[in-house]
């Protein structure tokens, strides 16, 4: 148990790093901007590549009747995903510890991993949620109105992840370093219930 134990305490501990590193980045390329354009989304708010890239992207936006980029006190999430985040990597070192010790079985690391799934998926639902609002819901006053085949107005919404051709923009979305290095600390807390698990069986 001591090794599923601090595989569990590594895995949780590298949640951590979405406080310092982006969890997801936008970025948009056009032949007007050479350099491209993009955002890190972080948890408590959105940095762009170079200074003026959130301005440009607003400036842009405001032409199709975009809104403006959230600032960190426009939406709750820039609030209370820090706390999720860092009260779920804390919950998780503390029950590798207890784990470490002797005080509860390996059935604490699935435990703690489905919650934290159920978590992302519920993130990643909302943020799918924001980009539709964010590319659907335009200004009827726009200067630019652009719509489909059929009539129905254009969405801009940005991919989840992959890319999209946005009129003469292509809109790429992956994750930063921040949600590659969440990703790999929950594949670790999987290995660590397994760890524990093969341990009962011997």
Do not use: C
């Amino acid at each position: 148990m001591k090794t599923a134990s601090t595989i569990m305490i590594i895995g949780s501990a590298l949640l951590l790093s979405l406080f310092i590193y982006p969890l997801w980045i936008v970025e948009l390329e056009a032949p007007q901007y050479p350099d491209g354009l993009g955002m890190f989304i972080h948890l408590n708010g959105l940095q762009g590549f170079s200074e003026f890239d959130l301005q440009n992207i607003d400036g842009l936006n405001h032409y199709i009747g975009m809104q403006t980029l959230p600032k960190p006190n426009d939406m709750w999430e820039f609030s209370v995903f820090p706390i999720v985040v860092g009260g779920m990597a804390i919950l998780g070192i503390i029950v590798g510890f207890l784990g470490f010790i002797g005080k509860i079985s390996y059935n604490w690391f699935l435990y703690w991993l489905i919650l934290m799934t159920v978590l992302g998926v519920l993130g990643m639902f909302d943020f799918n949620a924001w980009m539709t609002d964010y590319g659907s819901n335009l200004d009827p006053n726009a200067i630019i109105k652009v719509t489909e085949a059929d009539g129905t107005p254009f969405s801009y919404k940005p991919p989840l992840l992959g890319s999209r051709d946005i009129l003469n923009f292509t809109a790429i979305s992956y994750p930063g370093i921040g949600g590659i290095l969440l990703t790999i600390g929950m594949f670790l807390t999987f290995v660590a219930y397994l760890v524990g698990l093969k341990t009962n069986k011997k």
